[in-house]
């Protein structure tokens, strides 16, 4: 039997997927995409689960497309299967938070994989970059879509034109990753806070994230008019009763949310 190229785990309210294929640097496969796929489905029709970790293994995150098995690929081949468009696909159809730990490279497919989670925390070893064109190629999972909403022009522009890498605090200081911590730490603090978010309210939660993500997609007076919705919305939710009376109780108590 071939060997899972990711591990799956637990800590209480959280799921946790590692990739695993350290012969090849946690490159994108179809298998390992497959096998991460999947995970993120289970988690996210888990309702034991409030939030995922997506982080790599001892030799990074994540080196990008599997360059033997893009190499295979003709034009056509890659346009008939849309070569790599579920992973996009599969992420937008997660709900539930997504913290992407860097814990080394992320280069190509990986800092795109890296850039479909919600939030990004860093390893001070950690970089990042798009070395696409080195290779003959571009940006094919979202790269030059996410970097410049993510870092701005110029900065995007550099990375795909020169391939030049960038490190966790350059990261940090464009707005790409949310925290840069010391290696060691990285993990335990992106549990803490997957922890945190996996202990509010399940729906809201998952309205948030939803709100937060249209705006990429809205101009600012539809962006306002959806947010709207989604917040009234909240208003019919028992854990919106729980909340607010939970905050109005005297003493205060902590809410007992239901995810309903
Ligand atoms: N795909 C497949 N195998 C990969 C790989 C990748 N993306 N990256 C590394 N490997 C493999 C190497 O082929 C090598 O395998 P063998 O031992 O069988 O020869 C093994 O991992 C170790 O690699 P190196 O010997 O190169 O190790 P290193 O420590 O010197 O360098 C590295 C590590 C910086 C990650 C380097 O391997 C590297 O630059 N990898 C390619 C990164 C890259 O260009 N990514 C973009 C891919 S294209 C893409 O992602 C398109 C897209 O937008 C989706």
């Known amino acids: ?8 785990e ?10 695993n294929r350290p012969r090849a640097y946690n490159a994108l496969s179809g298998t390992l995409i497959n096998e991460l796929l999947d995970a993120l489905r289970s988690f996210e029709s888990d309702s034991s689960i409030g939030a995922i970790i997506l982080t790599g293994n001892e030799k990074g995150f994540c080196a990008g497309a599997d360059i033997k098995e893009q190499s295979e690929l ?8 849309d070569y790599l468009k579920n992973l996009n696909d599969g992420f937008f159809a997660i709900h539930k938070p997504i913290i992407g730990v860097i814990n080394g490279i992320a280069l190509g ?28 190629t571009i940006p094919g999972a979202g790269g030059t879509q996410r970097l410049i909403r993510a870092i701005g022009k110029s900065k995007a522009m550099h990375m795909i034109l020169t391939g030049e890498m960038i ?3 350059e990261a940090e200081a464009a707005g790409l990753v949310a925290k840069v911590l010391p290696t060691e730490q990285v ?35 539809n962006g306002l008019h959806f947010e709207s919705r989604l917040y009234h919305a909240t208003f019919g939710l028992e ?18 949310w239901t995810h309903k």
Do not use: W
């Open 1 to 8: 039997m071939s060997e899972s190229t990711i591990i799956v």
């Open 10 to 19: 637990r800590s209480e309210r959280v799921g946790i997927i590692k990739l």
């Open 74 to 81: 003709s034009f056509i081949d890659a346009y008939n299967q």
């Open 109 to 136: 497919g990986g800092c795109e994989l890296a850039m479909m989670c919600d939030i990004l925390y860093a390893a001070e070893s950690a970089t990042f970059g798009q070395p696409e064109i080195t290779l003959g």
């Open 167 to 169: 490190s966790a605090k």
């Open 187 to 221: 993990f335990s603090v992106a549990l803490t806070t997957a922890s945190k978010i996996a202990s509010f309210s399940a729906p809201v939660v998952a309205m948030a994230k939803e709100a937060v993500n249209e705006a990429e997609e809205l101009g600012l007076k």
């Open 239 to 256: 854990d919106h009763a729980e909340g607010f009376q939970a905050f109005l109780a005297r003493p205060k108590r902590v809410a007992q």
